[in-house]
């Protein structure tokens, strides 16, 4: 619960357990009316360890996770502890072996996990973390470190009609396509001439991660436009603008009636 005060806000927290580890923070408000924004300059915030010997990692809801490794950013395998003094190593799976931690290009922060401050493909593969702490070694859940190199900016984008011509009555597809960043998301809107007579349609997205070699992964994001029972109204041009937080890309095909 929450307890706002005159000169200070309170957070209670009951029934703790292991997986409420982790950073908490709270800001000044200014508001003026009904209107309120964070006050930037006025922010605190701590990191507090709920310490539980049966989970010595901070439990996560799924048993296997990705990371991106991406070459111009370090990349962070997150399996903290709820212990800050258990000793913690890097395990790869395949071949079995333990992973070196220099302290500079790979270490441990007990509030993150461990970080590779310059990834490169020769670090792709799976990997988990091991605690020890004053009893039996625990085993975090397993990482998938995929390699990621694409460029920067709005997404590459394409769109194709299943026909550029069609007749009364058929079916047209219209496929739009983006390739970008894994772990970044793309957004898709579509014009389409009989969009302004709320003509309707079906609109399917969705997106998957495809290997492009050497360890490269990517993923390509598809937005699909469904026109059925074909009429002279949904002949001409049909619009997909893709975004991302770097920008838009918009693309266009026609469609014409037979």
Known sequence: SIKQLDR????????????????????????N??????????????????????ELFVPTPSYFEIVYLNPDKPAVIPCRVTTPSAKVTLHREFPAEEIETDGTDIFYDVKKGFVYQ?????HKGIVYCKAESQGAPQIS?????????????PPSTT??????????????HVICKALGE?????????????Q?????????????LINRGTGHTTRISKSVL???????????????IAQNLQGETTVATKVELN
Not at 8 to 31: F, K, P
Not at 45 to 52: A, L
Not at 118 to 122: A, E, I, K, L, R
Not at 182 to 194: C, I, K
């Open 8 to 31: 200070y806000g309170q957070l209670i927290l009951a029934n703790s357990t292991a997986a409420d580890t982790g950073e908490y923070s709270c800001w000044l408000q200014l508001c």
């Open 196 to 208: 302004e007579s709320e003509r309707p349609v079906i609109i399917q997205n969705f997106w998957r």
């Open 182 to 194: 894994p772990d970044v998301d793309v957004n898709f809107r579509w014009q389409y001439p009989g």
């Open 33 to 54: 009316g009904n209107r309120c924004r964070k006050d930037e300059t006025r922010t605190g915030s701590t990191y507090i360890f709920f310490t539980d010997k049966e």
């Open 141 to 153: 859940i397993k990482y998938h470190l995929l390699y990621v190199e694409v460029p920067k900016g």
């Open 118 to 122: 310059n990834p490169t493909s020769d």
């Open 159 to 172: 769109v194709m009609a299943s026909s550029s011509r069609a007749e009364v009555g058929d079916s047209v």
């Open 226 to 240: 469904v026109v059925e029972d074909f009429e002279a109204r949904d002949a001409g041009n049909y619009i997909c």
